[in-house]
């Protein structure tokens, strides 16, 4: 249900704006906020992941109440987009050390460029595996690890298909409809004629025949 994701993406919104405020300035942070933001930021991606690992196996091995079930089901999305929203807060202002030297790496650029069409094929690659199952499927952990090994690399290639025949063509037509045209740019040409002289290739004739000094940048006397 699109409602019970609108949390990450709301935080995004919000980090977004942001950032977007800041425009080229960078935040200036006391010592004692970076390390209590780095500080809450592990211990929340750990707790939700790690934190209560039994709630999703099925059956669940160990029993929670109510109100800790609707916490947890309700809020460890949101938690997890707050700790991936200061990692990137962060970097974003320099105070991401090593983590940003890792992530800002350009071995990542071309699967950032990936991530978008992956996540359309990725899903509908594994119901398909799932859904041509002819015998039944016995769990082990090798054959998960072939498994995931084998969607990942046929989606990739899926999706690298569908980014260089849909998403890059459109993303250029979004910029050639959506970016006004610079009429303010000048060409070579254009400098030329401003300053009166219609072909560059006569401008030392023309600077030595009024005697000017080029080293100075001023007239001599004639």
């Given at each position: 249900m699109p409602w019970c994701r609108a949390g990450p993406w709301l935080v995004g919104i919000w980090l977004g704006y942001l950032i977007y405020n800041q425009g080229s300035k960078k935040a200036t942070l006391e010592k004692w906020q970076v390390v209590?933001?780095?500080t809450a930021a592990v211990i929340t991606g750990f707790l939700v992941v790690f934190g209560?690992?039994?709630?999703?196996?099925?059956p669940p091995m160990v029993e929670y109440d109510v109100v800790t079930q609707v916490v947890y089901g309700g809020l460890h999305r949101y938690a997890w987009a707050c700790a991936v929203a200061w990692v990137i807060y962060a970097s974003h202002n320099g105070y991401g050390g090593?983590?940003?030297e890792f992530l800002s790496h350009p071995v990542w650029q071309p699967l950032s460029r990936l991530t978008f069409t992956l996540y359309l094929v990725a899903l509908t690659l594994q119901n398909l595996i799932?859904?041509?199952s002819k015998i039944p499927y016995y769990f082990t952990h090798l054959n998960k690890v072939i498994e995931t090994v084998g969607a990942l690399v046929i989606?990739?290639?899926l999706a690298s298909v569908v980014y260089l025949t849909v998403e890059a063509p459109i993303i250029g037509l979004e910029r050639c409809l959506l970016t006004p045209p610079d009429r303010t740019r000048k060409t070579p040409e254009d400098e030329s004629t401003l300053s009166g002289q219609d072909n560059l290739a006569f401008k030392t004739e023309t600077e030595d025949s009024v005697g000017v000094n080029t080293d100075l940048g001023s007239p001599d006397e004639v």
């Open positions: 209590a933001g780095w209560i690992w039994s709630y999703n196996t099925v090593l983590v940003n799932s859904y041509n989606s990739g290639l």
